[in-house]
């Protein structure tokens, strides 16, 4: 069975991003990037597959621009086996990255697609659902488990209330949580090998689909800023203070 | 412009959050139909039938909505997205897994996790962890829209109950089978509309510490109990627990973080909180940066003590 795992590339999760002074965006420029957190769980999970002998090929893709090559070698690197950039200048909206991707599915013959449940710059958590729709899959999200025995697939998903357990027909799109698997390192060697793995580079326009943005992003602003506090000497000072100050108590 | 919003429940009982999302809804447009879509779930539907500001209920029961799996659920609410301006569900577990679905299959760009509507068809959203919040405006025919519950108030419920309508399902293409829910019984407070929420992170170092340390505090307080990613990950306490960017976002009258850092990825849970208490023995830990009132030193002493003079 192939796996397709697209990967996005976002501003790394330990950077504190800022909002640009004229409120039109985020400023990224200089800031590190990195591939999305989740997709990183996503891509472990294909490579273990493959070393269960459940997949046979993991194909990566990514859509922006020609500096997500970096994610799709770090990809390569843990162990996939093969790459797809859709160039994009312009990042598109889930929609478009879903329709997108049905393209390359329609290409590929995927039996399983590894997502991210959300990609931490935009937190949509929107892909996944959407490819599921459009290619008229199953889909199972927030998986923090996955056993895969013959055409079906049981996912343990985490939900609100604790965890739920679906069984769902392959093809499937599967959306993944943090706690699904811890992602490995990828080794020196194995990151000189990813240099010579194949990666296919396609432009967007490429594949004659809509990906003009249908949100209008009207304005941008730092979110409302809590006082600095006090600090309190004991529980018992902090109890009279819940009570007399903040009337909680 | 009448809005189809799709309520929240387990089949037996409404979940405030849907009358939170109402409250979204209600200013979106000037009728909100509520779907109740499940299985023996009359008495949702009858205690939604009198949240204030309802037009009418919409039931629809069949084995394979009872647990609002994705794909029959998404078929129902397409089916009937033509008499609506907006589709709008809580960004609960289950709204995210849904609403996609609807999105994508009537070809429109959700909005996800409003905080505000500014109107009908621009709204406000945070992004990058609560680092920035943008305002959107959807140029798409029908919007579809999920709502952060914890910036919303609940709707109030009224004296009279509006009209309930039976539909039908729209099939299940059967593709997904539910299997099991592994749900704790809990008499405490529901996380994500607690007045109080007590959290605990990695420093309580155990399960047993977890439990023996955080939960007195919270029933004492009567409070729902909350942690951070790390006391996930290490298993101190259930996933269900989890505030922050990936987990639930709580704004209650009270948080109380013991022993937590303060990473942005658990300030997006919990910054909107009204009053928030922080007890770590760091003094410079980020967590006192967004604190209310500070308290530094141990909290195996200190959490207990806090019981005590309760
Ligand atoms: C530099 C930059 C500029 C932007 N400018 C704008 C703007 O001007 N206006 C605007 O409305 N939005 C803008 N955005 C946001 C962007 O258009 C999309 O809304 C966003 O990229 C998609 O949402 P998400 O990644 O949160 O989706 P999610 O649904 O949260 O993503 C879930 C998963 O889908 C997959 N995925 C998502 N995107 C990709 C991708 N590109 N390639 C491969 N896999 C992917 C990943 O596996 C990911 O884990 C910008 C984003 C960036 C990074
Ligand atoms: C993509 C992504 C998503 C994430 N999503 C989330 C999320 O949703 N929620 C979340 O919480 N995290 C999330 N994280 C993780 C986050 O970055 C932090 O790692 C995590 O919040 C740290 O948990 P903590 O504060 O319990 O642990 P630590 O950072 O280890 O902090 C422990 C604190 O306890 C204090 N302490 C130790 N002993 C004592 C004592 N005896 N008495 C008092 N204080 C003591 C220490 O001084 C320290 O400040 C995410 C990370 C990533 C990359």
Known sequence: MKVLVPVKRVVDHNVKIRVKGDG??????????????????????AVRLKEAGVATEIVVVSIGPVQAQDVLRTALAVGADRAILIRAEVMPEPLAVAKLLTAVVGREQPGLVLLGKQAIDDDSNQTGQMLSALLGW???????????????ATVTREVDGGLQVIDVALPAVVSVDLRLNEPRYATLPNIMKAKKKPL??????????DVALRLTVLATEEPKLRGPGVRVASAAELVDKLKAEAGIL | MTILLLAEHDNIALSELTARALTAASQMGDAVDILVAGQGAQGVAATAAQLAGVRRVLLAEAPALEQRLAEPTAALLVALAADYAAIVA????????????VAALLDVMQVSEIVEVVAPDTFKRPIYAGNAVQTVRSGDAVKVVTVRTAAFAPTASGETAVEIVTVTDA??????????NRFAATDRPDLGAARIVVSGGRALGSAEKFRETILPLADRMGAAVGAS?????????PNDWQVGQTGKVVAPDLYIACGISGAIQHLAGMKDA???????????????QVADYGLVGDLFELVPELARQL
Request: aromatic share 6%; charged share 25%; glycine share 8%.
């Open chain 1, 200 to 209: 296919e580079e396609v432009p967007v326009g490429d594949f004659g689909i």
């Open chain 2, 171 to 180: 099939g299940d293409p059967g593709l997904s089978r539910f299997v099991e």
């Open chain 1, 24 to 45: 039109s965006g985020v400023d990224l420029a200089n800031v590190k990037m990195s591939i999305n957190p989740f997709d990183e769980i996503a891509v472990e999970e």
């Open chain 2, 229 to 237: 990613r790390a006391a996930v990950d290490a298993g101190y306490a």
């Open chain 2, 274 to 288: 009204r009053i928030i208490v922080a007890i770590n023995k760091d003094a410079d830990a980020p967590i006192f």
């Open chain 2, 90 to 101: 809580p960004a609960t577990s289950t709204g995210k897994n849904v609403l996609p679905r």
């Open chain 1, 138 to 152: 199953s889909q199972a999200t927030f998986a923090s488990r996955i056993a895969i025995a013959g055409d079906r």
